[in-house]
Antibody
Framework: QLVESGGGVVQSGRSLRLSCAGSGFSLSAFGAHWVRQPPGKGLEWVALLSYDGINKYYGDSVKGRFTISRDNSENTLYLQMDSLRAEDTAIYYC????????????????WGQGTTVTVSS | QSVLTQPPSASGTPGQRVTISCSGGSSNIGFNTVNWYQQLPGTAPKLLIYTDNRRPAGVPDRFSGSKSGTSASLAISGLQSEDESDYYCAAWDDSLNGWVFGGGTKLTVL
């Protein structure tokens, strides 16, 4: 399973770092995503990191502000969120990819339960 | 405005067969495979269909996926009350160099 942490209430313009810990399997063998869901709205893909940390992909709305990273020795995925805006308010889910996340794109299979980020103005 | 277009709502009666469509373009559905996710109220999304038409272990065969050109469909046969949920399609987009989701379809079992 995947367990996210690090969410909370933060002022606009500040930073927050989310973590996603994998257990029961080796997250290090797979690509990993962050996906968010604003209150009452649909799913929005945020970022993808390949299993080896080499290939990084970002959604247009977070490019240049968010950074995805991982520590395979700790079986953990991270999302550093800087220059936060009110529109970043959402539940943030981490999800494992079906593949390596490098140049093959199979998508998300295992999802965490989510952590809530609220950006106040 | 989502890159992939889904109807906002669908409905059916128990035992009926319903389909949910997902329309895209050549940069996403036209060249890449489609996944479908089910999200029950207050829970995380769950993978229902991957690579257009494959079911993960544990997903009932009442759920099936298909694709033709730049459109994909999710079919649910023998509709049950517990199928009442939000459903999302997703695909890799070569132009955006990222994943895109449909806006979601809320399925109501009457």
């Amino acid at each position: 399973q995947l367990v996210e942490s690090g969410g909370g209430v933060v002022q606009s313009g500040r930073s927050l770092r989310l973590s996603c810990a994998g257990s029961g399997f080796s997250l290090s063998a797979f690509g990993a995503h962050w996906v968010r869901q604003p209150p009452g709205k649909g799913l929005e893909w945020v970022a993808l990191l390949s299993y080896d940390g080499i290939n990084k992909y970002y959604g247009d709305s977070v490019k240049g502000r968010f950074t995805i990273s991982r520590d395979n020795s700790e079986n953990t995925l991270y999302l550093q969120m800087d220059s936060l805006r009110a529109e970043d308010t959402a539940i943030y889910y981490c999800a494992k990819d079906l593949g390596s996340g490098r140049h093959d794109h199979y998508g998300m299979d295992v999802w965490g339960q989510g952590t809530t980020v609220t950006v106040s103005s | 405005q989502s890159v992939l277009t889904q109807p906002p709502s669908a409905s059916g009666t128990p035992g009926q067969r319903v389909t949910i469509s997902c329309s895209g373009g050549s940069s996403n559905i036209g060249f890449n495979t489609v996944n479908w996710y089910q999200q029950l109220p207050g829970t995380a999304p769950k993978l229902l269909i991957y690579t257009d038409n494959r079911r993960p272990a544990g997903v009932p065969d009442r759920f099936s996926g298909s694709k033709s050109g730049t459109s994909a469909s999710l079919a649910i046969s023998g509709l049950q009350s517990e199928d009442e949920s939000d459903y999302y399609c997703a695909a890799w987009d070569d132009s955006l160099n990222g994943w895109v989701f449909g806006g979601g379809t809320k399925l109501t079992v009457l």
